[in-house]
């Protein structure tokens, strides 16, 4: 969908909300700073004014998504109330929310093969978001019997990457959808499997 141009004096922003179409339609080696530019509805030369290039202008998409990110996980997290476990599945089911609504992010934040670490201010983003999860983690892996407790950066990791395997192939675009069980209901169960592995979960629980 295009965007409605270059008008209000904010030129950088501009940028960047042209390449969120972009990336979530083209991915982030589909499309060149030109497209970007005339999206925006200014000069080809334009956004080197505020980018030294595509990297830069990914980098600020992943910044600005790491940012909505963390804020989007605290707020589903809400101090781990009502309970460790049920602030664990929100802000789990918050993931797969935001990927949702903010593809064009997403792609920058996690496909886009810009480190975290680029920039400190998107170091600080990403270490934000990251924080949430494990705080979640350890909160709910508090009641695990110690010797077989992970660490908890380890147990929001393999979460985290179970949240992302059923985003690429259930909760975005092509070829996503092609489940008959809700990305969400996949993601709750993923979780009971892996703490019953853990022995949080009795076997019938």
């Keep these: 969908m295009?965007?409605?141009g270059y008008h209000h004096g904010n030129?950088?922003?501009a940028l960047v909300e042209a390449t969120l179409d972009l990336i979530a339609d083209k991915g982030p080696q589909g499309f060149t700073m030109a497209e970007a530019a005339k999206l925006a509805g200014v000069s080809a030369a334009a956004p080197y004014r505020h980018f030294g290039g595509r990297e830069d202008l990914i980098a600020e998409l992943a910044l600005q998504g790491f940012e909505l990110f963390a804020d989007?996980?605290?707020?589903?997290y809400n101090g781990g109330k009502p309970s460790p476990l049920a602030a664990f599945e929100t802000v789990g089911r918050a993931y797969l929310a935001f990927a949702r609504k903010h593809p064009g992010h997403y792609v920058a934040m996690f496909e886009s093969g810009v480190s975290p670490g680029a920039t400190p201010d998107l170091a600080q983003a990403s270490a934000r978001a990251n924080r949430v999860l494990t705080r979640a983690?350890?909160?709910l892996s508090a009641r695990i019997p110690p010797e077989r407790r992970p660490p908890p950066?380890?147990?929001a990791a393999h979460v985290s990457a179970l949240s992302h395997g059923i985003v690429e192939l259930y909760a975005r675009g092509a070829p996503g959808a092609r489940t008959p069980f809700p990305p969400e209901q996949l993601l709750e169960t993923g979780i009971g499997?892996?703490?019953r592995g853990l022995g949080f979960l009795d076997a019938d629980s």
Aim: hydrophobic share 60%; aromatic share 16%.
């Design 2 to 4: 295009a965007k409605q």
């Design 11 to 13: 030129l950088r922003q």
């Design 72 to 76: 989007l996980l605290e707020y589903a």
């Design 193 to 195: 499997i892996y703490l």
């Design 137 to 139: 983690a350890e909160a």
């Design 153 to 155: 950066a380890m147990f």
